[in-house]
């Protein structure tokens, strides 16, 4: 079973906008700190937003003012709502989240499958 299911992605012109959502797939006693991540081709995986289980965000400074990231679902579903896109924004984006399995004292990192995002000039 895949902890965490993503959806969204697709093909976007430039200064289009997608929005990208992640949902934690079965149970789970907790969740704690959701995310996104995205890797463009031939580099290294690399931080775009966060949200914590009380909604404190947190950005990658290239976003900033262009991407929202937003949680909802008792907070088990993450969205990253992306708007004026570039090309340089095309990447495979991979939705993260720490989960609580059984233990209420230990949280573990789950990643998605990745999602494409290929934006257009």
Do not use: H
Request: glycine letters at 10%; hydrophobic letters at 30%.
């Amino acid at each position: 079973q895949v902890p965490l299911v993503e959806s969204g992605g697709g093909l976007v012109q430039a200064g289009g906008s997608l929005r990208l959502s992640c949902a934690v797939n079965g149970y789970y006693r907790d969740v704690g700190a959701m995310g996104w991540f995205r890797q463009p081709p031939g580099k290294k995986r690399e931080l775009v937003a966060v949200i914590t289980s009380t909604g404190t965000t947190t950005y990658t400074d290239s976003v900033k003012d262009r991407f929202t990231i937003s949680r909802a679902s008792a907070k088990r579903t993450v969205y990253l709502q992306m708007t004026g896109l570039k090309p340089e924004t095309s990447a495979v984006y991979y939705c993260t989240a720490v989960l609580q399995i059984d233990d209420p004292n230990r949280y573990f990192p789950y990643w998605g499958q990745g999602t494409q995002v290929t934006v257009s000039s």
